[in-house]
């Protein structure tokens, strides 16, 4: 597939890197040069030094052969004007990264009237998975699956944990709970499991179930299942304001500090119900003076990633709630997952693996779609939600006589609003949305699951 983008930034750097490794032909384009040139060189694709937002510069890039362009300047109107001119100039589809929440209420007269294939707001989907993890606190990660009616959690195992010495198949028979084990972290190693895999204290685990079983699940391995009363924000910028917006709608009390006074007044008049101290979060005393340590969650969402890093670690040592870090730099993903810090959101990974989905969507071939794609292991496990709109091999075989290729594994099968945790003797049928967990990343179609 010809696809141009528009924005050589950190999500522009991201695309180019998953869509590149997927077999795309890709052109970016940036007004610096030295960015253009480090993108180029880094992943071997074109580059052109320009105003994305030019005909000109666009035809330099191919916008006449392109099957898709995607914007992700810094402006959301510079993003708007590329992806306007593209429909004219090539015809091919086109998608928008859209943050100001100005815009938010506007994405679907936008999508519509200027021919979008996506709007993608970071900030939005980036509160949208924090609001997740406070509601289920024990839980590091929550991935949705047929719009809410599968989760894949991911979370911790504590010292002394019940599964600590289990295998994998006595989840079952010791627990009785009607959960699918995906993968498990150790230290630098992922695993797919099976059934003989025995957990150990401090793994990283992902696992697939209903919502309803999975809080059962928690419940059997004595962990907190209910909802934090009330959060503490530090940060008062987009991602805040969408987190209040869900926060308050969900009854959670939610307290900010930010030390721009400007912006307290914004978010004051915008959320009357909201409690915003003008204070720097920096100084530990304003931090328990405000109290931090009776808080139910802290959530670090400065623009600093450093900031963000020491907050968290400070809230660890001096409460007992959620922890939730916002990170932007995604190149030291190991070095800070040995920090111990709870639930981390990186938006960037959000918006380049919503915009992933949606060219393997494009790429589509044998009657199936990818609805959903989420990295549970960065660049080694991910899982994705395949539509069945046609009959193909998979279709109507017990799944113990398909021939799988090696690290694929169904997760789960909807149908007729029912969750299925599959078996053995369990099929899939048209019009089933399957969840596949797999280490064979760029997973396009059904069909690429067999041998």
Do not use: W
Not at 2 to 21: H, S, Y
Not at 131 to 146: G, Q, Y
């Amino acid at each position: 597939m010809n696809i141009i983008i528009v924005g050589c930034g950190k999500v522009g750097d991201a695309l180019a890197e998953q869509l590149n490794e997927e077999g795309n032909n890709l052109t970016v384009i940036d007004p610096v040069p030295a960015k253009v040139n480090e993108v180029a060189t880094k992943y071997d694709v074109l580059g052109v030094v320009g105003n994305g937002a030019t005909h000109a510069t666009q035809q330099e890039a191919g916008i006449q052969d392109a099957d898709l362009l995607i914007a992700v300047t810094g402006s959301d109107e510079l993003n708007l004007l590329c992806c306007l001119i593209a429909k004219k100039a090539g015809n091919c589809q086109t998608i928008a990264r859209v943050r100001n929440p100005q815009y938010s209420s506007e994405a679907p007269y936008l999508k519509e009237e200027l021919g979008l294939a996506m709007v993608i707001n970071p900030e939005q989907a980036a509160a949208a998975e924090i609001a997740r993890v406070l509601h289920f606190p024990s839980a590091l990660k929550i991935d949705t699956f047929a719009r809410g009616r599968v989760e894949l959690l991911k979370f911790k195992l504590p010292e002394n944990s019940p599964l600590v010495g289990c295998s994998v198949k006595e989840i079952t028979t010791k627990l009785h709970c009607d959960v699918l084990v995906c993968t498990v972290e150790r230290d630098e190693d992922a695993y797919i499991a099976n059934g003989d895999f025995v957990f150990q204290e401090k793994d990283v685990i992902s696992i697939v179930a209903s919502p309803r079983n999975a809080n059962h699940f928690f419940k059997k391995i004595k962990y907190k299942v209910n909802s934090v009363k009330d959060t503490m924000i530090v940060g008062g910028g987009e991602i805040t304001h969408y987190l209040c917006e869900i926060l308050l709608r969900d009854g959670i009390d939610v307290k900010v500090l930010e030390r721009d006074e400007k912006r307290c007044e914004e978010l004051c008049t915008a959320f009357p119900d909201v409690t915003v101290i003008h204070g720097d979060a920096s100084d530990q005393s304003v931090l328990l003076e405000e109290g931090l340590t009776q808080a139910s969650a802290f959530v670090s969402l400065t623009n600093l990633d450093e900031e963000n890093i020491l907050l968290s670690l400070f809230a660890k040592s001096s409460m007992d709630g959620k922890l939730v870090t916002k990170i932007n730099r995604i190149d030291f993903g190991k070095v800070i997952n040995h920090l111990d810090l709870d639930t981390i959101i990186y938006p960037k990974n959000i918006t380049a693996d919503t915009i992933i989905r949606y060219v393997r969507a494009m790429g589509n071939t044998i009657g199936s779609n990818v609805e959903t794609l989420y990295n549970i292991i960065k660049g080694k496990v991910e899982a994705a939600e395949f539509i069945i709109r046609e009959r193909s091999p998979v279709v109507g075989v017990p799944l113990h006589q398909l021939r799988f290729r090696s690290g694929v594994l169904i997760a789960a099968i909807l149908r007729d609003r029912k969750v299925i945790i599959p078996r053995g003797n369990d099929m899939i049928q048209l019009g089933d949305a399957v969840v596949i967990v797999s280490n064979h990343l760029a997973l396009h179609d059904i069909m690429d699951i067999l041998e």
